[in-house]
């Protein structure tokens, strides 16, 4: 009996935008957004005929050949080469009169303070 495997991405979007000051919530620099692919084995359970799935894990079959497990949309990523490294948007430089701060949650946001 054949089990397909199931399969989904997840679109991330870093977004660059000012934090206080006269240019509050202005852009400062195009988004960045990637994809990262997943997948779920299943197995059959032959007692009582069911499928059953594990998982979710990081997919290293599916994306760009060149970084398997992500599809770069657009931007600078720092992507990892095997499962358990980290990966990262590369930041635009903000110029000499901002700082950046990083905020870890669902979705990325990047916040430059004045």
């Given at each position: 009996?054949?089990?397909?495997?199931?399969?989904?991405?997840?679109?991330?979007?870093?977004?660059?935008?000012?934090?206080?000051?006269?240019?509050?919530?202005?852009?400062?620099?195009?988004?960045?957004?990637?994809?990262?692919?997943?997948?779920?084995?299943?197995?059959?359970?032959v007692?009582?005929?069911?499928?059953?799935?594990?998982?979710?894990?990081?997919?290293?079959?599916?994306?760009?050949?060149?970084?398997?497990?992500?599809?770069?949309?657009?931007?600078?990523?720092?992507?990892?080469?095997?499962?358990?490294?980290?990966?990262?948007?590369?930041?635009?430089?903000?110029?000499?009169?901002?700082?950046?701060?990083?905020?870890?949650?669902?979705?990325?946001v990047l916040?430059?303070?004045?």
């Open positions: 009996m054949y089990i397909p495997v199931k399969q989904q991405a997840r679109t991330v979007t870093a977004k660059y935008v000012i934090a206080g000051g006269d240019k509050n919530g202005q852009q400062f620099a195009p988004d960045s957004q990637i994809q990262v692919f997943y997948a779920q084995t299943g197995s059959l359970n007692a009582n005929n069911t499928i059953t799935y594990g998982n979710w894990q990081w997919d290293q079959t599916a994306g760009d050949s060149t970084t398997p497990g992500f599809k770069v949309i657009y931007g600078s990523w720092s992507l990892p080469k095997e499962a358990g490294q980290t990966w990262q948007v590369n930041v635009p430089d903000p110029g000499k009169d901002y700082v950046v701060v990083n905020i870890r949650m669902v979705k990325i916040i430059v303070l004045i």
